[in-house]
């Protein structure tokens, strides 16, 4: 029977949980500084190599050729005989060298051994060089490598037969002192690298924390602020590298003070709005408790009723505020909405409070679908308000329409209410969709809410609300009006004749 593998430690949530390791701007600076200068060194060793030993060459090679050029003008011939006759200073000359050994050689135009050392080779070449003309090459004598140098003489200078009689006279040496002298330039140069290194070390490190020192002195700077301090960072005496951050820090700040500025005014407003109706449940249940006659007490607890009522509508609108101002498309992606259907959804809703009202409420809507993108809720709530100041201003008997279109030039879908109430005045439309603000001689209960939660909406989704007197109204007492609310449409619509 198998057994069922063991719990999983309680941390395990917390290790798959457990944020990256954070990256040090310090280190990864030190990195990529650090990094190519390692590796270059090695490279920078072998090319001083390459240099030292190339220099070491020169001034031996140019010696090699004195010495093979004096060596080669002594030779002669002499009745078809070739001599080289050195003086004994010549010899001394070519073998007055303490480290090294030194070889020479004088051979006839044949091959045969006029002078000097038979083990040291002859070149190997498919062309031989003009003569007189001082050759060098690497070569091996007695399993020790030499330096050879070379030169083919004609002996027979005042004359040119058409093949003329060369010797080849060479002269070579061993390669201690040129290795020494390569090695000296070597640790000559490595030597202060070895030193040089560690001080470059030290001020890349040096440079990299005072070059970083601003960001250092900023951070200090904004972790010894207050918390309920957002004013702006001072952006004056920073490296222009950080203005753009620090920019960026202000920016967000600002947005950060204004949303605080934004809920306090919210809270303020909503404690000011919520007195009245609390005042007067306060006031109405204070009523009851003092009366004894059962008619009165049954008019305290309706009047207690409606001020509930009332407290509880501007409770849900301030709510329905607070999410449009803070709706976000990223906490809440748009979606595809068809309009029609959705309007006709909403109007469905309020059609038994219109016929409690007496107030006709209809509905119009095109013969194909208008697609927008957009919370579906919110957009809910945007048609919702519309329709109840429509039905607040309206008198009963009254008419409010409720009308969708689409205007396939400018690809806009329309949303229109329109009712047959008072109006609005050309000088207040700009007004009414602040906060709690309420027309003048009013006597409509409300809270003063719902148009700012349709400015803030309309906001969200990019739309445009425009406010017009009724153009269906002709009683000049009563103008009506007329509440527009502009989306981009989704896509073309498909023009599809509504069935019948």
Do not use: C
């Not at 070889?103 to 070449?125: K, S, T």
């Not at 306090?264 to 919520?274: C, E, G, P, Y």
């Amino acid at each position: 029977m198998e057994r069922a593998p063991p719990p999983a430690p309680a941390t395990a949530g917390f290790d798959e949980a457990e944020e990256p390791i954070q990256r040090s701007l310090f280190g990864e600076i030190l990195d990529w500084m650090l990094v190519p200068l390692l590796l270059l060194w090695p490279v920078s060793i072998a090319i001083t190599y390459l240099v030292a030993k190339n220099l070491a060459n020169q001034p031996f090679d140019r010696a090699l050729d004195d010495r093979v050029t004096v060596l080669a003008q002594q030779v002669k011939e002499i009745d078809g005989r070739l001599t080289a006759p050195l003086p004994v200073s010549a010899r001394d000359m070519l073998r007055a060298d303490d480290v090294d050994n030194v070889y020479f050689q004088v051979r006839g135009p044949d091959g045969a051994l006029v002078d000097g050392d038979r083990d040291l080779p002859a070149p190997v070449e498919e062309e031989r060089p003009p003569p007189w003309s001082v050759q060098l090459r690497y070569d091996s004598m007695r399993n020790t490598d030499v330096r050879v140098a070379y030169v083919y003489v004609n002996l027979q200078r005042h004359t040119a037969p058409a093949e003329p009689r060369l010797a080849l006279v060479q002269v070579g040496e061993t390669l201690e002192k040129r290795v020494d002298l390569a090695n000296q330039i070597i640790k000559g140069v490595i030597l202060p690298e070895f030193i040089i290194l560690p001080i470059a070390l030290a001020l890349i490190w040096f440079a990299l924390s005072r070059g970083l020192k601003p960001l250092v002195e900023l951070q200090q700077h904004i972790r010894a602020r207050r918390t309920d301090d957002l004013s702006p960072i001072d952006s004056s005496h920073v490296p222009e590298e950080i203005a753009p951050l620090v920019g960026s820090l202000n920016y967000m700040l600002e947005r950060v003070s204004q949303s605080i500025r934004m809920q306090k005014r919210f809270i303020a407003d909503a404690a000011h709005q919520m007195k009245t109706p609390l005042a007067g449940m306060r006031t109405q249940s204070e009523l009851a408790l003092r009366q004894t006659s059962a008619e009165e007490i049954h008019r305290s607890l309706e009047q207690l009723a409606k001020s509930s009522e009332s407290a509880t509508r501007l409770v849900n609108q301030l709510l329905a505020l607070a999410r449009a101002e803070n709706q976000s498309p990223q906490a809440s992606p748009f979606l595809p909405i068809e309009l029609s259907e959705l309007a006709r959804s909403v109007v469905q809703d309020w059609v038994q409070l219109s016929f409690t009202r007496r107030i006709d409420l209809g509905f119009e809507q095109p013969g194909y679908p208008l697609m927008v993108e957009g919370n579906p809720t919110m957009l809910r709530e945007l048609l919702g308000n519309l329709i109840d100041n429509a039905l607040r201003y309206t008198p009963a008997g009254g008419a409010v329409t409720v009308r969708v279109r689409g205007d396939h030039e400018r690809r806009l879908a329309i949303m229109e209410v329109e009712d047959t109430g008072p109006g609005i005045a050309p000088s207040e439309r700009g007004q009414v969709f602040e906060r709690f603000y309420r027309i003048l001689g009013s006597h409509t209960q409300g809270s003063g809410l719902g148009l700012a939660i349709v400015r803030e909406i309309a906001l969200q989704h990019g739309a445009e609300v425009e406010i017009y007197n009724n153009p269906h109204s002709n009683d000049r007492a009563w103008p009506g009006s007329l509440f527009r609310v502009s989306l981009q449409m989704r896509e073309r619509p498909a023009l599809i004749e509504e069935s019948a």
